[in-house]
């Protein structure tokens, strides 16, 4: 489980606890394909949920030692990300098919997010830990800028048959371009 130190910056501690990885269960309805059923998750972070590409106080963190910035309104956005993943649960959202380096990731918008819009950016995987049946990983979350563009992508799909086709190993349907 990734337990991320606190910062401090210009003497101010910046604790990042809420980002430790964490297990949380959901009992998913009964559909015409599945039963009733309690899904397992493990949920983690990137640091990319409190650090940009630019910025004043560099952080250097992780095997590949990327640099980073950290960012303090990430860093405040980010204290509210598990709740913001339990609704993406609860009300079985639709999240678009995206790619980034050729892996899979699924993009929500959470519109009006403490008074702004907010992108999640989300490795959806079979987890490999005992305790869980699908590993969630936030790769990135952020507040877009004025000049970011549209999120592009190959599709979009309701959260759970996005964990369905995860945990019965298949692969999901998109359609072709011509």
């Known amino acids: 489980m990734r337990i991320w130190p606190s910062i401090e910056i210009d003497e101010t501690e910046y604790n990042l606890a809420h ?11 009964a559909t015409q394909g599945y039963p009733e059923r309690i899904v397992r998750f493990y949920l983690e972070y990137s640091n990319h949920c409190f650090t940009e590409h630019f910025g004043e ?3 250097e963190h992780g095997p590949e030692h990327e640099i980073r910035y950290f960012c303090s309104k990430r860093y405040e956005h980010s204290k509210g990300i598990y709740d913001l993943i339990k609704k ?7 999240m678009r098919l995206t790619f980034n380096e050729h892996r899979e990731q699924f993009y ?5 997010y403490n008074d702004t819009d907010y992108r999640l950016f989300i490795e959806i995987t079979k987890s490999n830990h005992e305790n869980s049946d699908v590993r969630l990983k936030v790769v990135s979350a952020y507040e877009p ?3 970011s563009a549209a999120v592009g992508g190959k599709g979009w799909f309701k959260f759970f048959k996005i964990v369905d086709a995860r945990i019965d190993g298949r692969k999901l349907e998109t359609k072709r371009r011509r």
């Open 19 to 29: 980002l430790t990885g964490k297990e949380f269960s959901y009992r998913r309805a």
């Open 88 to 94: 993406v649960v609860s009300e079985n959202v639709f």
């Open 145 to 147: 800028r004025p000049e």
């Open 108 to 112: 929500y918008l959470e519109e009006y």
């Open 57 to 59: 106080h560099e952080y």
